[in-house]
T-cell receptor, first 115, second 111 residues
């Protein structure tokens, strides 16, 4: 039973480039969440998606950030024109269903470094 | 709004010592409560959870009891090991599905 997969594990970008982060949820899970962890801080919610739908994007910055979860393939978090402040660990989580009793299972994260 | 407050770290203990990491929460409804653990360079692993008042979550010797009257979910372990060294996050989930995390508490256990 593979867990949540994320790639790449490490990503280096120069300012102004685009970053694409991928997340494959656990088998049987159709709910995906993205979180960002800044150095020495806790995780902050960014976006919640189900297949082909964004359910809650209240934590996403208004500009440069977008997320999708297509019918086929992994969920993608895209950051356009990256800036140094985007350097962080980005974690994806998945769950089988929705609701407060559901457990979210986390991937290993993608550590983005913007030079 | 909903929030989670954890005791600041680092918490430094000798092996076999008793561990308590305090966590309190603020929520408008009836959240589920979680403890996650993060080892260096890795993602978060669910340690334990409780979904209603007076529930006790337990795993690997760790325990936490959902106390509605004190809005707390303190993590305890009777005898820590060096391998328990990690960052521990308390979190809550209400009807909105997203997890709200505390800032994390670093635990360092020395032999």
């Amino acid at each position: 039973n593979a867990g949540v997969m994320q790639n790449p594990r490490h990503l280096v970008r120069r300012r102004g480039q685009e970053a694409r982060l991928r997340c494959s949820p656990m088998k049987g899970h159709s709910h995906v969440y993205w979180y960002r962890q800044l150095p020495e801080e806790g995780l902050k919610f960014m976006v919640y998606l189900q297949k082909e739908n964004i359910i809650d994007e209240s934590g996403m910055p208004k500009e440069r950030f977008s997320a999708e979860f297509p019918k086929e393939g992994p969920s993608i978090l895209r950051i356009q024109q990256v800036v140094r402040g985007d350097s962080a660990a980005y974690f994806c989580a998945s769950s089988r269903g929705q609701g407060r009793i559901e457990t979210q299972y986390f991937g290993p994260g993608t550590r983005l470094l913007v030079l | 709004g909903n929030s989670v407050t954890q005791m600041e770290g680092p918490v430094t203990l000798s092996e076999e010592a008793f561990l308590t990491i305090n966590c309190t929460y603020t929520a408008t409804g009836y959240p589920s409560l979680f403890w996650y653990v993060q080892y260096p360079g890795e993602g978060l692993q669910l340690l334990l959870k409780a979904t209603k008042a007076d529930d006790k979550g337990s795993n690997k010797g760790f325990e936490a009891t959902y106390r509605k009257e004190t809005t707390s979910f303190h993590l305890e372990k009777g005898s820590v090991q060096v391998s328990d060294s990690a960052v521990y996050f308390c979190a809550l989930s209400e009807n909105t599905d997203k997890l709200i995390f505390g800032t994390g508490t670093r635990l360092q256990v020395f032999p």
